[in-house]
């Protein structure tokens, strides 16, 4: 199938989408095997991956607001009058059905919605504070000062498991120094400072072929 | 992930619950900022913006009826309040223009090339964007937005959203050319 009938298929205006990981389980599924077919189509798809790492990157460096815009708000809050309680909404409905399920049923459920809504960040968050330098080490890795190295930006993908990101980060002996920022994103450090820059780019192409990467893109 | 927790919040908000308030503005504000300070190219006026913002979601937050998630409701709050500035405001246009005039340079284009590497290229011709283009770019790749929910907060239809999309990506391949990458596409 050429590009054209990829065109006429809608796929790929698609494309942007799928990088960032918003379209349903089955246009991603239409998309990956057109991408498998087809090599322009795929060289395409390498191009918007580029401009999705630019659009965060250029987004990440605008800064974030000072204290004055949360002060201002709240002395406008307060100055608001007082509400009555009001009439349960949709999600207070929701919540006291589920407030009617006996405690046993609740904690079934519960435990296992929590367990894999909590398991992608709680391992991360466990490689960021399982070493006193702030950065996760496996065991053969050697220590070194948090600011020193080359780093890359990386966001993991959603569908990759504690096992997945636990084996990547070993096998390539990463260590995670920072994050998550707002839009999920780690600082990982992926080798030392004398890492040419030439070199890390090559890392980074490689990287993204990874499917326990959603983005990764070279910072400093 | 955060959708249901969010619409929890809103339900607490709507009952007046301030520490509800300070987790949603503590959890969104950042990105509500720069969404609104890549409209408004002002950081004065996007810090007052987005405290009108959550204003908003403070007074409107028991008129919420969870048919988006709270983060496309409030990214809507924020296009709204950033147009009306733009409009009450004509200056923030003229800055614009003065950014665009700023980032655009005498250099040749191999100069600028030879000079720059393509993701700083890239980003020199994201910021070089007309503000639609710009903004449907930041909704689906930095704000993670699927096709339906910039529709939503652009309110416009979602055929409209892909084409859109396609031209801004399109303008961005002009863009380039002019610096000395030539894409290959369109």
Redesign the interface.
């Known amino acids: 199938m050429t590009s054209e009938h990829k065109e006429a298929d809608?796929i790929e205006?698609?494309l942007?989408?799928h990088?960032?990981?918003?379209?349903s389980r089955r246009d991603a599924e239409r998309v990956e095997a057109a991408l498998k077919r087809d090599p322009e189509l795929a060289r395409?798809f390498e191009?918007?991956r580029?401009?999705?790492?630019?659009?965060?990157?250029?987004?990440e460096t605008?800064?974030?607001?000072?204290a004055?815009?949360?002060t201002?708000?709240?002395a406008?809050?307060d100055a608001?009058p007082?509400?009555a309680?009001?009439a349960l909404?949709?999600?207070?409905r929701v919540?006291s059905f589920f407030g009617s399920l006996t405690p046993r049923t609740m904690a079934y459920a519960s435990a296992a919605a929590v367990l894999a809504?909590v398991l992608q960040a709680g391992v991360i968050g466990v490689m960021v504070s399982k070493s006193g330098s702030g950065g996760y080490e496996t065991a053969s890795a050697p220590t070194t000062a948090p600011g020193v190295g080359a780093f890359t930006i990386i966001r993991f993908a959603p569908q990759a498991t504690m096992d997945d990101i636990t084996k990547f980060m070993e096998m390539n002996k990463f260590n995670v120094v920072a994050g998550p920022t707002?839009?999920g994103l780690y600082k990982v450090r992926v080798g030392d400072a004398s890492l040419a820059a030439g070199d890390l780019n090559a890392l980074v192409k490689k990287l993204q072929s990874d499917k326990v990467v959603g983005f990764v893109?070279p910072t400093r | 992930m955060q959708t249901s927790s969010d619409e929890v919040l809103i339900s607490r908000i709507a009952n007046g619950d301030r520490l509800a308030m300070q987790v949603l503005f503590a959890r969104h504000h950042v990105r509500v900022y720069r969404f609104v300070l890549r409209l408004v190219r002002n950081e004065a006026t996007a810090e007052d913006l987005i405290s009108e913002v959550f204003l908003d979601v403070w007074r409107q937050a028991a008129k919420f009826e969870g048919r988006s998630a709270v983060s496309t409701w409030m990214l809507s709050i924020a296009r709204f309040k950033a147009l009306s500035a733009l409009r009450r405001k004509p200056e923030y246009e003229l800055d614009e223009e003065t950014a665009e005039a700023i980032e655009d340079h005498s250099d040749d284009p191999e100069v600028t090339l030879a000079k720059k590497d393509k993701g700083a290229l890239l980003r020199e011709a994201l910021s070089a964007l007309s503000a639609e283009h710009r903004e449907v770019i930041d909704l689906v790749y930095y704000h993670e937005k699927s096709v339906e929910e910039v529709a939503r907060i652009v309110d416009i239809p979602e055929a409209t959203v892909k084409t859109r999309m396609f031209y801004a990506r399109k303008k961005l391949s002009e863009l380039l050319k002019e610096r000395g990458i030539d894409r290959g596409w369109p």
């Open positions: 809608g205006e698609l942007p989408w990088a960032a990981g918003t379209l395409r191009m918007v580029d401009e999705l790492g630019a659009t965060i990157q250029l987004n605008l800064g974030a607001p000072s004055r815009a949360m201002d708000l709240f406008r809050i608001e007082k509400r309680p009001r909404g949709l999600g207070a919540a809504i707002a839009g893109a």
